[in-house]
């Protein structure tokens, strides 16, 4: 090892006596200044303007560092192309100068060589690591309490890689006697490692092989905070399967042996690289450590008890994929290593996650009509085929449309790309949305996997009075909410069943989460008035959404709760909206019904009522109660009498009645009934709920909707996978402070380096 280390210094000698290292070095400091103060003063430039602009500031240590155009991105982009310059005449140069005969001569050993040769080249990678390193520190003065953690892990990441680089360039350099020629095949090297991992990924066996070859986006986890033992021993076991090619060639040319037994001896070495690498990716072997102040590369508490909560027994998840559908790409075979990047963080507290994959045809209901129009004349099998031979899947096994029907119904699936989870004879989807996301978050998978072990909460829906229908797709209906399959948060992908009743033909059940009465349009019958209070006295939870003109039906429902609808309608002064497009905000008390929530009210986000009635409610009722949401009481006020709402304008009348002010159009009514909190919601508008509103951008009705929702369920469901609020919010740095940063980094100390290099390399000609 003593001979390994002089030969490292030695090395190092060399090295440092030519011009390269020191242009690479000063190149990289003045590239990582460039990268760094860019990137600082794009965020302080937001700071400054403040306001909306304040939310790209979250999470400022990773957008600085370890984002998409972060200073680690790249760095990473681009550090592939320093590494070679400096390995192509590691061994070369001792070719062309004849001193590799001398070492060969030697009683030195060849591993000794060549581990020299490799420590020269981490001392030299640690030397550029230490100038990121400096702003990485420089990140921890700028940024308000960062996030020291991914700045570790993110440096120890780039080592790794840059260690990994070297030992591919001192065996290409063992190659060939010409430096180009070695530099040229080092960046050869460097994309097929890159490359491989999108090649013949059809076919299993090589997918498997290439996956783990693959050098792609390996750094991706610790640059971001997450240590595992997979990326790490990748690393590793990549440099010492190089390491060990160069000994084996440079052992080669000091003995005389068979072509064959060379040849034997790189396949053993590649076998065994492989072996280990396998061994390294399997999820029970795998550690972990999560760096980040939030634990953000971590699934959430809520998510880990979920998986806790299924114990030991295997966890079958089975992806149906659709030939015909148009989300079949995302689940081709050629996609498999991404999906099972996206179960990672659930095998990494689950090891026994069985992923199957069943293709198939069948026509998916979104592309009847596109299908026919597209290739008139031909059935279903032919048009099947047409895309069996344009994607190149002869060789996996497709499933006619009555073959996967004896497996499973997808038809109320829709035919689409769908998961199935089956646990213990228990099964539940797990779908793909139409958003730009497409696969589930976290929030939706928890919720799935926690239907496998609990007994699920139901949502009734009344339906004698003709309510508003949570099956019909209209503007003012709740399919979209409670039913729509492609709609992230619709109640059914986050947990909830729901079901319809008829008070006038039955009782309510007993073991539901809620009851929703919305928007009656008929007085309700003595009997189903009497099975209404029967449920709130045995303390049921209620949510009661009302319309105005509807208050003569609900206001004799609500009035033993302390609520009722006030007389007239809302109306709201606006340039571009119509004045019964009530535009209400988010209380303390409607923002804690869910961390989610809290973002909304931070924002002023609104919450859209088209056409709503203010509430009033007394103090010392029954319940307790919460305005949830309230209207802006600048532009707001009640008006009594008719409204016409085409009318030139509608002005605020004293003398009609009319009342100005903010008001509360939802209220939260608690109570405890045989020691249990009853949950009670009573709303002025039932348009809130509605598919309109719910796809209404830039309104937060979508998410207020579910997690009203969810209150019922005693924050069951939705499955809560928030985290803490990011504390790296802010930069710590004025203009002044900024323009003083620049002059430093892209002024003073690349001319400090090279002007010391300059002296240094002079000095040494001079000697």
Known sequence: MRTAFRIARLELNTLFYSPIAWFLAVVFLFQCGLEYTDHISYFLTLQNLGGSYLEELQFLTSGLFSGQFGLYSVILSKVYLYLPLLTMGLISREVNSGTIKLLYSSPIRIREIVFGKFMAMMAYNLLLILILALFAITGIFNIHVADTGPLLSGLVGIYLLLCTYAAIGLFVSCLTSYQVVAAISTLVIFAVLGYVGTIWQGVDFVRGL??????????????????????????????????????????????????????????????????????????????????????????????????????????????????????????????????????????????????????????????????????????????????????????????????????????????????????????????????????????????????????????????????????????????????DITFRYALVNQGFDMDTISLNDREIPRDIAALVIADPRTDFTPAALAKIQKYIAAGGNLLIAGEPGKQEIINPLIQPLGVQLMPGMLVEKSKDLPPDMIKTYLTTAGAGLSNDLRPLMKDRTVITMPGAAGLTYIDNGPFTIQPLLMTDGNDTWNKHGKVVLDSADIAYSAAAGDEHGSMPTALALTRTVNGRQQRIVVTGDADFLSTAEVKRRGTGNFLFDTELIGWFTYSEFPVDASRPDPKDTSVNLTRPEMKVLNVIYLGILPGLLLLFAAIFLIRRKRK
């Open 210 to 483: 290439t996956y783990f070859l693959s050098i792609a986006g390996r750094t991706d986890h610790l640059i971001r905070g997450l240590y595992n033992t997979k990326d790490i021993l990748y690393f590793v076991i990549i440099t010492a399967m190089f390491l060990g090619f160069s000994v084996i060639r440079l052992q080669s040319g000091r003995e005389t042996r068979a072509a064959m037994a060379v040849a034997a001896r790189y396949a053993g070495v590649f076998v065994l690289a492989l072996v280990a690498g396998y061994i390294s990716s399997i999820p029970g072997f795998i550690g972990y450590y999560d760096a980040t102040a939030g634990k953000t590369q971590t699934l959430a508490p809520n998510t880990q008890r979920v998986i806790e909560a299924i114990g030991d027994e295997p966890l079958v998840v089975t992806s149906y994929i659709n030939l015909l559908d148009e989300r079949y790409w995302r689940g081709s075979p050629e996609k498999r290593n991404d999906d099972f990047d996206r179960w990672e963080p659930y095998l990494r507290f689950k090891p026994n996650i069985q992923l199957k994959y069943v293709y198939y045809y069948d026509t998916p209901f979104d592309v009847r009509v596109r299908f026919a129009q597209q290739y008139p004349g031909k059935n279903l099998k032919e048009i099947a085929n047409r895309f069996i031979s344009s994607f190149q899947e002869d060789n996996q096994t497709i499933l006619t449309p009555d073959e996967v029907r004896k497996i499973v119904n997808l038809r109320p699936e829709q035919n689409r790309y769908v998961m199935q989870l089956q646990f213990k004879g228990r099964s539940t989807f797990l779908r793909l949305f139409d958003d730009i996301q497409v696969f589930p978050n976290e929030e939706e998978t928890a919720a799935a996997l926690k239907r496998l072990t609990v007994k699920l909460p139901k949502i009734v829906f009344e339906q004698g009075e003709y309510e508003r229908s949570i099956d019909k797709a209209g503007d003012r209906d709740y399919r979209q909410l409670t039913s």
